[in-house]
């Protein structure tokens, strides 16, 4: 996952924030972190694949019609000049039905080596926006993701597809109560910003490998017969 994430670098070649490949040729980022550049809609960014070979530079159209502003969903369309060898667009998928799913980030805060490191937390609720629907993931347990993670990939960990992008992180009150709290932009607002963004769904089946706790929303069925079973061991005669 790390070889699609990129640094999207300020003018000053320092890191303003993270991004992702979602397509062929085209990425994501928030809108703060273009501003963070010193970038606007209509602009260039230069980004950069830190864990693709010789860390290759490329730079990247800020499309104007898919922007939307930070007091707003936050979004920024990355339309790259080239793609480097290696570099793949992540599969997205649907933000709907993961609460409880444990996800995963890339980001590049300060304190983690120069190449960046992994955040991790938990999927919460949609929250609702003005028009009542869903304009923001809530994450939870998600101390690990700081500033420097905005503009990256949620990854579901159970199913292994993009669900949103980093948004914001809260501050703890007076109390330090509301710590590793996060906001994501579900991907169902990222598509609907750029419609050309497929929906991939989440394959069940997982061939020779083992289903393990993280995969009960799907290792489930037959409850009926089952508790038929229990139900004949309990009565007379039974064990």
């Not at 949620?154 to 590793?180: C, F, N, Q, R, Y």
């Not at 609907?192 to 993280?214: D, K, N, V």
Request: charged share 15%.
């Amino acid at each position: 996952m790390p070889e699609s994430v990129f640094q999207v670098l300020a003018s000053d070649g320092g890191v303003a924030g993270a991004g992702f490949l979602a397509g062929e040729d085209t990425g994501f980022t928030c809108a703060h972190v273009v501003h963070a550049a010193g970038q606007f809609p209509g602009g260039r960014v230069e980004v950069l694949f830190p864990h693709l070979p010789d860390a290759p530079r490329v730079m990247a159209d800020v499309v104007a019609e898919q922007w939307r502003a930070p007091e707003a969903e936050d979004v920024a369309v990355l339309r790259l000049d080239s793609v480097p060898a290696g570099a793949q667009g992540m599969a997205v998928g649907a933000s709907a039905g993961c609460r409880g799913h444990r996800v995963y980030s890339f980001g590049f805060p300060t304190q983690a080596p120069k190449g960046g490191h992994f955040g991790y937390g938990e999927a919460g609720d949609l929250l609702p926006g003005d028009n009542g629907a869903g304009r923001l993931l809530q994450l939870s347990k998600a101390n690990d993701l700081t500033t420097g993670f905005s503009g990256g990939p949620v990854v579901d960990e159970m199913t292994g597809l993009v669900i949103g992008m980093v948004t914001a992180i809260a501050s703890p009150d007076a109390h330090l109560k509301g710590l590793g709290i996060a906001y994501a932009t579900p991907a169902e607002v990222l598509r609907e910003i750029w419609p050309q963004l497929a929906e991939h769904q989440a394959c069940p089946y997982l061939g020779l490998e083992s289903f393990t706790a993280r995969h009960a929303d799907w290792f489930h069925g037959r409850e009926a017969a089952v508790e038929r079973v229990l139900a004949a061991l309990g009565g007379p005669g039974g064990c």
